[in-house]
């Protein structure tokens, strides 16, 4: 597979977007080593079956989509508690460019594949939290604003020993000027996000993707967890034309956990390729992995789940639900849930189902002088509580229950 | 527990696989693939023009085709050089196709399938079996009764003579054609002996059919075919079983079968593995089913050193179903990659895959397997249930299911779990007064037993007593 090259990307860009945010020679060295990676890096591995590529990243034309140099964001950043560190990337480096150093790629190397390399190299916007040891913070908020026609961000989240931290992100397409110039054509929105789990940390990192559907998603979170830490995840996807989203978790921590929630709303001809792994690689650890998804007109979704155990991993608990449901005759749905055992000392299970509105519950609930179309969408809210309970903090399940009720108008 | 049953676990199951005989061939071909080779096996066998037309452009779709080496984790294939193989080996008898009484066999043949219980299963009421040895089908035999109900039960080189007309209808056509996979083309090119099997319609046959294929040479490739077809409303049933013996160089089998389930027929086709561990099993197994018509695989794979087999079936008729039984043992320096396709392409169509695997000794296991459901297949449902059970670290098991669902009106649904052999379990069967390889072997066979219970009974025996034989002694 050749990838694409982007003629317009020179080392001068990258200079230049380091240089207007004043960085650190060891980001400049990181972002160029990233860019001369682009010339071998492979996109993200896609599955494919005989006669059937499941999502079909080469088609994308980054020549037009990427513009590193005019990127606009518009993000506000609460803290919830003046004992935690948020701030914007760039600003960041100035007070705790030590922490980040230490901490930067040590979760999700850069050189990843083609679309990590690309975002290292030309980011310019992202949100670092620290949280330092026994703190205890709810609440930090990141709601973003894409303004331009590509937008790069990289979040870095640091919880040392014994701290715990819920953090909401979201983004969505700008209204503004800026927004509206770069307007009619592709949007590309590339976001990488490293959480680092001390010794008993609890991070909870809940997302939020609605960019309207002239839009490109590229996502990939990534944790680490030490002894005891849990790393939790919410991703929720209703926007972008094509999104390609990928949570993973690696539990390298005896007695550490990970939970991964997911949740996707497809209209019209919206396509969404989620992945969510996690490898265990210390004992006792135990993930859980709940994906639900809807899927209306011509909306296909792609799901990958992977539960990977290694050979250390004794005493290992994994578990994998997928659901899809299918409201029009001509959307699809591929699943693949995959198992991955070295180590015997393991429960793991994983499941996966495709369906549509069940037609007695339907019939039931029309039997109650329900009309049909209330009927459905009541049913299909219902499918999405098992997902909505998971979630924590009140504000994010009230603005994922809003985006399902637009959605079903 | 019947007689039959207690004859056929009497039989030293071990002693039946691990012999081998002196090789002694009437003719053998080149060691490697050319054009030559292709040409020489056709030559041999008196072929018509087209079955070598067709084998030359398999040859060269073979040779178009990489190797498969980008599927996730998938068995290492680089020790698999074709060229090391000898695809032909005629064994030393007079009669092609087959002898028609089993006195008729040289005798060192006869000792090999006695010891592999053939003419015993016959007499336990098989109504046809067939045997290859290398590369030739040496014996087979069909129950008068049905051969007047017009059933036909003989090798794949007989009825390319005598029942051309069907055989170029449908070999590796519509069913498996040689551009399917680098594998079928090989077979494609280099196919020799196999069963070929005709029910007409509306006819029962009541009685298994059993075939036998053994390899026992070294660095020996067999490539049989089997051609199944199931004219409406026809049933049968039909069970095959492989072996060779244990040699250092490596063998390979790239077995073809095809299978034409004609509307409301039913087949079942049950397979036990035991190829020795330095084969190589690259199989491609597959049935198109037609309105109503019914399918079942029963695959035991038990032996091999690795094993790529991926029983598919095309529900190509409104009504069509299919049934997917699996077993998977693995041990010692074993790669056993094996599982089920089924593509719902017809509305109201029905497929179940339940698959058990067990890893040990290093062994690895991985269910993989594909159910597609076209737009249109409407009201079709599809269960996949795999359960794995590993016994110690160094073991592997996978699971790769892969769903493609374009159609709403659907019930899919697919689970999977891995489990350990738990230590309560073995405590509590050890303090009942079983050693621990007992424990061990009884837990294995309660794992597996949802699946033999649907077994027929020679077959359920068969399997167990490989299993026992795998258990064996070799648990810490």
Redesign the interface.
């Known amino acids: 597979m050749s990838t694409k090259q982007i003629e317009s990307l020179s080392e001068d860009t990258v200079r230049r977007i380091a240089d207007e945010r004043d960085e650190p020679e060891w980001l400049l060295e990181t972002r160029l080593d990233a860019l001369a990676a682009l010339e071998t890096a492979e996109l993200p591995d896609v599955?494919q079956?005989p006669g059937?590529r499941w999502t079909d990243l080469e088609a994308l034309d980054f020549e037009a989509l990427v513009d590193p140099l005019n990127q606009a964001d518009e993000t506000e950043r609460t803290a919830g508690d003046d004992e935690a560190v948020v701030l914007p990337f760039t600003e960041a480096l100035a007070e705790y460019g030590d922490v980040i150093e230490a901490n930067f790629g040590s979760v999700l190397d850069p050189e990843h594949n083609y679309l990590t390399a690309l975002s290292v190299a030309l980011f310019t916007t992202g949100t670092f939290v620290y949280v330092p040891e026994g703190v205890d913070v709810e609440d930090v908020t990141v709601r973003a604003e894409m303004n331009s026609r590509s937008l790069f961000s990289q979040t870095l989240v640091v919880a040392e020993e014994s701290s715990s931290v819920t953090i909401l992100e979201s983004i969505e397409t700008g209204d503004g000027e800026a927004a509206a110039s770069a307007g009619g054509d592709d949007r590309y929105f590339s976001n990488l996000v490293e959480v680092v789990a001390g010794e008993n940390a609890n991070v909870q990192f809940g997302s939020l993707q609605n960019l309207d559907d002239d839009s490109y998603t590229y996502s990939l979170k990534r944790g680490v967890t030490d002894t005891y830490a849990t790393v939790d995840w919410i991703e929720s996807n209703f926007g972008s034309k094509l999104t390609r989203s990928d949570i993973e978790t690696e539990l390298d921590g005896d007695g550490s956990e990970s939970q991964i929630v997911g949740t996707f709303f497809g209209t019209d001809d919206q396509h969404f390729d989620i992945n969510a792994r996690v490898w265990h690689q210390a004992e006792q650890t135990t993930a859980d992995l709940v994906t639900r998804g809807v899927l209306d007109d011509v909306a296909r979704s792609v799901y990958e789940g992977v539960q990977d155990v290694g050979?250390d991993a004794w005493n290992t608990s994994s578990y994998q639900r997928e659901n899809?449901l299918?409201?029009?005759?001509?959307?699809?749905?591929?699943?693949?849930?995959?198992?991955?055992?070295?180590?015997?000392?393991?429960?793991?299970?994983?499941?996966?189902?495709?369906?549509?509105v069940d037609a007695e519950d339907l019939f039931y609930l029309e039997s109650r002088s329900i009309d049909s179309r209330t009927a459905r969408n009541m049913l299909v809210e219902g499918f999405f509580v098992p997902v909505l309970e998971e979630i924590a903090v009140d504000e994010f399940r009230d603005d994922v229950e809003e985006l399902v009720l637009k959605r079903l108008q | 527990m019947s007689s039959q049953q207690d004859d056929l676990k009497e039989t030293d199951t071990e002693a039946r696989f691990e012999f081998k005989k002196e090789e002694k061939s009437a003719f053998q071909s080149e060691k490697g693939l050319t054009e030559e080779t292709v040409r020489v096996i056709s030559e041999d066998k008196d072929e018509p023009e087209w079955m070598l037309e067709r084998r030359l452009r398999a040859l060269e779709q073979f040779q178009e085709m990489p190797m498969p080496t980008d599927w996730p984790g998938q068995p290492d294939l680089s020790e698999v050089d074709i060229n090391e193989i000898v695809p032909y080996i005629r064994p030393d008898i007079d009669k092609r196709g087959g002898a028609d009484s089993w006195e008729d066999l040289p005798e060192e043949i006869q000792d090999t399938f006695d010891k592999l219980g053939i003419p015993e299963a016959e007499k336990n009421a098989l109504s046809g079996v067939g045997a290859q040895y290398e590369s030739e089908i040496v014996y087979q035999n069909m129950q008068e009764r049905w051969e007047e109900k017009g059933v036909i039960f003989c090798d794949m080189d007989k009825a390319v003579r005598e029942h051309e007309e069907i055989v170029r209808e449908h070999f590796m056509t519509k069913c498996v054609p040689p551009s399917d996979n680098k594998f079928a083309a090989l077979h494609g090119a280099i196919w020799s002996g196999g069963s070929f099997v005709y029910v007409p319609e509306n006819t029962t046959v009541e009685m298994p059919i059993q075939a036998y294929f053994r390899m026992n040479s070294e660095g020996m490739g067999q490539f049989e075919h089997t051609l199944i077809i199931a004219e409406e409303g026809s049933e049968v049933h039909y069970i095959e079983g492989c072996s060779a013996p244990k040699y250092s160089a490596f063998n390979l089998h790239s077995g073809g079968v095809e299978v034409f389930v004609g509307e409301d027929a039913h087949v079942q086709y049950s397979t036990v593995q035991n190829w020795s561990k330095n084969t190589y099993n690259l199989n491609t197994k597959r049935a198109i089913a037609e309105k109503g018509g019914r399918m079942e695989w029963i695959s035991g794979s038990m032996g091999s050193k690795a094993t790529m087999l991926y029983p598919s079936t095309i529900l190509k008729g409104r009504g069509a179903s299919d049934n997917h039984i699996t077993i998977a043992f693995a041990g010692e320096g074993q790669d056993i990659d094996t599982g089920a396709k089924v593509y719902h392409n017809a509305p109201d169509t029905k497929s179940t895959v339940e698959s058990k695997s067990i890893a040990k000794d290093g062994g690895r296991t991985n269910y993989r397997g594909l159910v597609h459901i076209a737009d249109g297949a409407e009201n079709s449902s599809t269960a996949v249930e795999c359960d794995a059970l590993m016994f110690d670290n160094e073991s592997t098991s996978d699971t790769m299911p892969y769903m493609e669902i374009n159609e709403s009106k659907v019930d899919v649904a697919h689970e999977a779990t891995v489990g350990k052999i738990g230590d309560e379990d073995i405590f509590y069967l050890q303090s009942r007064g079983l050693d621990d390889d007992d424990a061990k072997q009884m837990i294995v066979s309660g794992f597996i037993e949802p699946i033999t219970e649907e077994l027929p009974i020679e077959y359920a025996v068969e399997l167990n007593r490989l299993v026992e034989l795998e258990m064996e002694g070799s648990l810490g």
């Open positions: 599955i079956t059937r050979e899809t299918m409201l029009s005759d001509d959307a699809e749905a591929d699943a693949s849930p995959k198992l991955i055992i070295h180590n015997h000392d393991t429960e793991a299970s994983h499941s996966a189902t495709v369906g549509q």
